[in-house]
Structures are given as C-alpha cells and as structure tokens.
C-alpha cells in the first residue's frame, strides 16, 4: 500500500501574488503569498479533504494542481509528470485526465449554451465521439447525475442551484477522468441539496474509481466525504492527517478550535470550546514564527519567532506547531 | 423510454428559439420602435420597389422641362437637366441605404474581429491594435474621410464604383469604437467561471471564441450595427454634398441637397433639396429608435427610463 506511487504530489508549493500598485511617491511592493510551501500527495482513489477559512489559499493550490493559474515555486507531480512543465499539446492531452468542479453553480455554466451542449462539447473538441454518439453518452451521463432526459436541450437559467451543480459534475465526468478537484461545490447550496450532492460525489466516486481533492470551509462536510484532511491556515498547512485522526485526535490549536466551532445538533450536549480572538492577519504582512501565533490561545515566546516544523507525530499525522 | 424521446424531441422544438422569441416579444410591444421599424420598410419598399413603377428611371434628362415645380406629371419637379426628382430620390436612396448597410457590415466585422482578437490574446497584439485604435480616434472622422477621399479621387474610379470606396472609407473610420466596446466585453468575460470551465476542459481557442464568446456579444453587436447604419448614411451624406462621396451622376441623398448650396435653388425651387432632406431626416431617426428599442428588448435591465 505504501509503496504505490500517489497519484498527485504537490512539492513545496508556492504561489505568490505581487501587488505592483506604484504611485509617484511611494514604491512599495507587497507580496500576498497566498500558498506559502505546501507539500502533500494524493493516492489513488482516496478524497483528499482540503479545509480553511476564506483566503486561505484552498482554491488557489486547487487551481494550481489543474494549471488554471500558474505557480510562483515548486512543483506538481501528476502521475509522476510534471503538470507546469508540460507542453500546450500534452498540457491538452492531460485535461482528459483531471477535471474541475466550481463553486458558484451560476456563473460556471455559459448562460448561452445548452446544458447538453455544455456537457458534450469536451468530449466534440477533444474528437472522442461523434455528435450522435456524444448525445448518447451526454444523456447517460445526465442520468448518472440524478437529472433527466428532458433537461438536455434547455439553458442553464431554468435549473436550480442544486440541478445547476449537478450538471458542472456531469460536465467533469463525462470525459472520464480520474482526478476531479471540487472547489466548494456544496458552499453555494442550502443544506438538504448539500447532503444530494455529496451522496453523488460518493457514489460517482465508486462507479467510477475517482479521485476527489475536496476543498472546503466546513469541517462537517469534509467529515463525510474525505478520507484523509488537510488543514490550512495563511496558505500554510498546519495539519494533515487522516479524517478519524483528525477528527478524533486533532493536535494543532487552529484544528481544534476549528472542530470545537461546529454546532452540534443537540442542546444537551455540553462541550468545551476553544473561541478565537481577533481577526485572520493580513496575509501581505503575516505574523513571523509560527503564522497562527497571534490567535492561539496555547502560544509561547518560541512560536513568535521560529517557523514549526512540519513533522510526522503519529503515522501519517502531520502537524506544524511546537507544542506537539 | 419511447415516451421520453418523443417528450426529448418536443422540448427541443419549443425551447430553440427561446431567447430570439422572448427578445422579438419585447421589440413588438415598444410603439417607437415599430414606428421606426414601420418607417424603414416604408423608405426601402419606396427605394427598392419604386423606380419600377417611374416612367422616368434610369436618368432620363429632359431639355424642355427643366427645374420644374411639382406637377401632375412631375410630382416633386425635376431638376436643372430636366430629370424627376422622385425617381431620382428613389434612386438615390438605393445608394445610401446600400452605402450605409455595407459600411456597418465592413466596420462591425473590423471591430469585432480586432476587438476580439486584442481582448482574447492581450499582450503585444492587445497593444498593436488599440493603439492603431487610439490612434484613428484622436483625429477627427471628418477631416479624415476628406483626405481619404482626396487621395482616392486620384484613382480616377468610376463615378458608379464610388460607393464601394466610400462605404471602404466609413467602415475604416468606423471601426476603431466597436473594436474597443467589444474588447472591453471580451475582457469581462473571459474572466467569468464558465471560460474557466472552459480552459480546464481543455477546449481549442476557436471553440472558445465561437461557441463560448462571440454568441454572448451577439446582441451588443445588433444594437451597435443598427444604431451604426444611420451614422454611416448622414457620414455618406456629408462626404456627397461635399462632393467627395457618390458622385453625379450617380445619385446619393447627400448630393441631390447639394443642390442647396446655390442661392437661387435654395430659394427659389425647394423641391431640390427637402426631399432628400426628409428622407435623411426620416431613415437616420426611423433606424435609431429601432436601435434604441432592439437595445430595450435584448437588455430590459439596461431600460434607463
């Protein structure tokens, strides 16, 4: 098991944003690192959870696994390949392979384009099908995705958030990939459609032996469908491991204070919960040493000023903080 | 399963023409721009259809009957050769209603095509084509036309080939202001989540464009073509009565006024110059309440009323 190649490696990841707004008088440039050293991998198979507040840096170390935005430092390893180093013509080739499901189900569907439309077209540019065949396989694919026949030939505008998320999924599968990067898919829908979709991620996942990398900001939703979890805090994962070590034995102060805010549906319960104080920093001027120091409630003078290592605690338990 | 196909296949002839319908139903209900539009029909029918029905057509000059005034014979006169003055306004209007449809044609595919091509591409071809744009934008058309129109009197183009030149000059003027509208479109969208999907599907930059882009600026084009036309007709008249554009004895709305600018026509036999007046008049107000509504009916947010 351990010996299997993972099916992506990211290695050191870096991605930096300059902001280059230069006046007459004044000259200064600051750097947003937006994903600051990340490394992790993904086997195959298994849904890697990603979880983190807003400007964290989940959607971007996304994006940059799928080379939608390009990265400042490091490297991505897909299939042992590396997915920034790849021509215009294998980088094509590879999109068959890996696929991406947005988050606003609004905005990621061409509001000019029928749904089969939308859902074909890949499978018509890339010339795996002829147009006959593709309608067959569009509607199989429709059906797949829990929508029906009839949906085909209407626009996007008649469909509700949750149909609307649907078709992005059938849209991704259709190619048969084996790798899907799920930006939030769940974060624009109420809860009760929230549920539908990951019951049709988890299901998809086993007809089709995919590989999910699942971002997300609530933990309770990761919970269901991940495998293993990430954690990321300033574009900085603080711990990884995976879901029942995480969830069950949490080492790092942000992972656990993250755990202790999800409401639990049960007035009775009584728990201890850890509340942050103030604000996420700035990430053009994040804190030195330790980047969670100015909120943990457990930080020492050390974490001010030496950056934690990232190290392995337990078997596959990774955690960035010195008190561990 | 039979069913369903059956339901597939009635679905899809109802939902097609969807949006158009829902667009037509808009236009339909707006009285300014049916009267306009009603006005349009009017001029061409009169123009296309009319010189038929003359039994003075095709020029016929006249030494006995000349500057009439309107008669039982001559409706609107004739002029200093004799000749009518409704065929010939029928007649003119041929030429710039073709002049000013042919420049939009010309200048709307110039504007897209660059425009398009700098908002998706950016970088160095970005920077070639708008600065040609700045460039043709911060003189002003008129002047611009004139020297056009001095070099090309040089090739000594029959007069009845002017009117391929002019709408050449008018599209070459007129482009450089669509090109930047439809930039400024491409940029925004090319920024939504749907070219994102796009990208990583991995679609070929012409599916992009065609499928993806293009039909989503479909509208702005049909609102700025239509309202471009009237442009393109006063344009062309003002190069004529200046002489520069369609020239005797090919008729043009534009020269037939030029008759104006003698004293004693100007004065004295108004039959020369009103009408071709009111036509212009007529066809550029008809054509931009049809924009105006067209751009209602595409956009109902975008109604400023």
Request: with cysteine; hydrophobic share 45%.
């Amino acid at each position: 098991m351990d010996q299997k190649e993972p099916l992506v490696e990211v290695k050191n990841l870096k991605k930096h944003y300059k902001d280059s707004s230069r006046s007459l008088f004044k000259r200064n440039q600051s750097v947003v690192k937006a994903v600051d050293n990340v490394s992790f991998t993904i086997e195959e198979g298994e849904t890697f959870g990603l979880v983190g507040e807003s400007g964290s840096g989940k959607s971007t170390i996304g994006r940059s696994i799928l080379r939608l935005t390009d990265i400042t430092d490091g490297e991505i390893l897909y299939k042992g390949k590396s997915v920034h180093q790849l021509s215009k013509q294998e980088l094509r080739e590879h999109r068959k392979s890996f696929q991406f499901v947005f988050q606003d189900p609004f905005s990621s569907l061409n509001p000019r384009i029928r749904i089969g439309d939308a859902i074909g077209e890949a499978l018509l540019d890339h010339g795996l099908a002829t147009k006959k065949e593709i309608r067959e396989k569009v509607l199989e694919v429709l059906n797949l995705c829990g929508l029906a026949p009839y949906h085909i030939d209407r626009f996007p505008h008649e469909f509700s958030g949750g149909q609307r998320q649907r078709i992005g999924i059938a849209r991704a599968i259709i190619m048969d990939p084996e790798f899907i990067v799920a930006d939030e898919p769940v974060s624009g829908l109420d809860v009760s459609i929230q549920a539908q979709i990951i019951n049709l991620f988890s299901d998809l996942q086993e007809k089709k032996q995919l590989t999910y990398l699942f971002i997300s900001h609530d933990l309770s939703v990761v919970e269901h469908i991940a495998t293993r979890v990430g954690v990321l805090y300033l574009g900085t994962l603080m711990e990884l491991g995976s879901r029942d070590e995480i969830y069950e034995n949490p080492l790092h102060p942000y992972t656990k204070s993250l755990l202790s805010a999800i409401p639990i549906p049960d007035p009775t319960v009584k728990r201890e919960r850890i509340v942050l104080q103030g604000d996420v920093p700035n990430p053009a001027n994040p804190p030195t040493g330790c980047k969670f120091h100015t909120r943990c409630p457990f930080a020492r003078e050390k974490c001010k000023t030496i950056v934690p290592e990232f190290k392995e605690v337990e078997a596959n338990h990774f955690v960035a903080c010195h008190l561990v | 399963m039979e069913e369903t196909t059956v339901q597939t296949e009635h679905m899809a002839k109802y939902r097609k023409s969807n949006l158009w319908k829902q667009v037509f139903r808009r236009l339909v209900k707006n009285k300014m721009a049916m009267t306009g539009l009603g006005f349009l029909i009017f001029i061409f029918v009169f123009c296309m259809i009319g010189p038929f029905f003359s039994p003075y057509a095709n020029g016929g000059v006249d030494a006995i009957n000349i500057n009439q005034p309107p008669s039982a014979e001559h409706w609107l006169g004739t002029d200093a050769l004799g000749r009518d003055v409704l065929t010939r306004l029928m007649e003119a209007g041929r030429i710039s209603l073709t002049v000013g449809l042919g420049a939009m044609v010309m200048s709307v595919f110039i504007g897209t095509l660059l425009g398009v091509l700098a908002g998706f591409y950016q970088g160095i071809v970005d920077q070639i084509i708008m600065r040609t744009a700045d460039v043709l934008m911060t003189i002003p058309g008129l002047p611009l036309l004139f020297i056009m129109a001095a070099v090309m009197s040089e090739w000594k183009v029959p007069a009845e080939n002017r009117l391929y030149i002019v709408m050449v000059m008018l599209s070459i003027v007129g482009w450089s202001g669509l090109a930047r509208l439809v930039r400024s479109q491409i940029l925004s969208l090319r920024e939504r989540e749907y070219m994102h999907a796009t990208e990583s599907l991995g679609l070929r930059d012409r599916r992009k464009l065609f499928v993806h882009l293009l039909p989503n600026i479909v509208p702005l084009l049909i609102v700025v073509g239509t309202l471009s036309v009237g442009g393109a007709i006063l344009s062309e008249s003002v190069l004529s009565y200046f002489g520069l554009g369609v020239v005797p004895p090919t008729a043009s709305w534009g020269n037939m006024i030029n008759a104006a600018n003698s004293l004693i026509d100007f004065q004295n036999r108004p039959w020369l110059w009103i009408p071709p007046g009111v036509a212009i008049f007529l066809t550029v107000i008809s054509i931009n309440l049809l924009g105006d509504g067209l751009r209602d009916a595409i956009d109902p947010k975008m109604k400023s009323r």
